[in-house]
């Protein structure tokens, strides 16, 4: 367990939290649940790094959970959210920013030729699904399991993230009604996907997916996987829709779409897109985006939907992304962790898998490769929490879940992940 002595202001924080906000915590992935102990509370960020409000000084992996690609405060990002700042946060009608930013999403994302901003991921994958059933006159839905795909009923399935840390993969308040037009099947697995199609295909409205999937942990799809996907939806006229919440603009810059080579019919956007502000996206064929209000019939709104705050901040982080092109760097710096933290571990003698997809990965406590949802939850999770809790005193800040990734950002320098690496080689001595 970790030791609490280092953080007595968050415990006190925390113990004051859990009076008035269920568990602590506004989001449940923020509460130790799935490890223990009592969570910093964070004071600032810099860089690569947080402090808490006790002084510690961390070397943050989390970045937010993914929207910090350039580190925390970049300043060509805090410049412009100022600047925003200046004309006010809110109006409830079209500004010019709004298409500063499709314009630039449409450059980069190869398959969005409309797009529309909402506020969150969870927003993002809730009206692609409504758009896609709404388009396709049909209601059943695929899903894999171990995807989270935000909190939205018909998606809360055998999920991942939180749900899956916290033992409770479906959620009460779901009316089975809401889950019983979607299908759930195991990822990388091409036959169960075929004879879907082949019992259900002229009811299949959309597959979602994580191309790469965080909320089981990093885990990596075949391409004999995703190139059934998209054929099998090109036949029988499903809506393929990737949630790229995560990996839009982490695993490259023009997405994990364009990594894979594979082509959605309809994508999710968050976190990165929003530099840090609440921001979410969903685009895609213009014929499909079309059928939304007020073009097409198929209603989504949202009051502060594209506010001059956040798209402020969403185009300067895709602009600095543009310019700067830190993804070679990226890709050098988690390579060189993943190798650290896999030597680490053979030097322990414990069992790893490390996956990794750009500046993304995780490290499970396993022995067989992990592929899909039954893999991932087959890790030892006991060795985790050791692991976590020795990192975290070491002062270095994780997810606090087996079953999410790790995220390096463009200010991860090679002595910081070496003094990652050490602090490795330190813990899992002693597990």
């Known amino acids: 367990m970790t030791d609490t002595s280092q953080r007595p202001n968050s415990a006190l924080q925390f113990a004051r ?16 649940g799935a490890v223990g102990g009592t969570p910093p509370f964070i004071a600032r960020g810099e860089g690569p790094f947080l402090f808490d409000i006790d002084g510690n000084k961390y070397i943050d992996y989390i970045g937010s959970w993914g929207p910090h690609i350039l580190g925390h405060r970049h300043p060509a990002i805090i410049k412009a959210i100022q600047a925003a700042l200046e004309t006010g946060t809110s109006f409830g009608a079209p500004t010019v920013a709004e298409s500063d930013l499709a314009e630039l999403v449409i450059s980069l994302v190869p398959s969005i030729e409309k797009v529309r901003m909402v506020n969150s ?20 839905v ?58 259900n295909g002229d009811k299949l409205a959309a597959i979602i997916l994580e191309p790469v999937c965080g909320n089981m942990g990093c885990v990596i799809p075949s391409d004999a996987f995703l190139q059934a996907l998209r054929q099998l939806c090109t036949a029988h006229g499903c809506v393929l829709i990737f949630d790229e919440v995560m990996t839009g603009f982490r695993v490259g810059m023009n997405c994990a779409q364009e990594r894979l080579g594979i082509t959605p019919d309809l994508t999710t956007l968050g976190k ?14 213009a014929d499909i985006m079309d059928a939304v209000s007020p073009v097409g019939a198929v209603y989504q709104a949202g009051t502060l939907s594209g506010n001059p705050v956040a798209m402020a901040s969403g185009l ?19 390579n060189q962790l993943a190798d650290g933290l ?32 039954m893999t991932a939850t087959a890790s030892d999770t006991e060795k985790f929490s050791k692991w976590f809790h020795g990192m975290l005193d070491r002062g270095i800040y994780l997810p606090c879940s087996q079953y999410e990734a790790l995220f390096v950002s463009a200010t991860h320098t090679t002595e910081l992940i070496d003094e990652t690496i050490q602090a490795a080689r330190e813990v899992l001595a002693t597990i």
């Open 342 to 373: 896999l030597d680490a571990a053979a030097q322990a003698a414990i069992p790893v898998q490390i996956n990794r997809v750009g500046s993304m990965l995780t490290m499970f406590f396993n022995e067989q490769p992990v592929t899909d949802f």
């Open 121 to 140: 991921g969870t927003e993002a994958t809730m009206s692609a699904i409504r758009l896609a059933r709404g388009f396709t006159g049909r209601d059943t």
């Open 17 to 32: 939290a859990n009076k008035s906000i269920p568990g602590g915590v506004n989001s449940p992935a923020r509460a130790f």
């Open 316 to 334: 300067a982080t895709l602009q600095q992304l543009k310019a700067d092109n830190p993804y070679p760097q990226l890709e050098e710096r988690a």
């Open 272 to 285: 990165i897109l929003g530099g840090g502000m609440p921001v979410g996206a969903y685009g895609g064929r």
């Open 142 to 199: 695929i899903k894999f399991a171990g995807c989270y795909h935000g909190h939205v009923d018909s998606l809360l399935v055998q999920a991942g993230s939180g749900a899956l840390t916290l033992g409770t993969p479906s959620s009460p308040g779901v009316p089975a009604g809401c889950t019983s037009d979607t299908l759930v099947l195991p990822y990388n697995n091409v036959p169960a996907v075929t004879e879907a199609f082949e019992k």
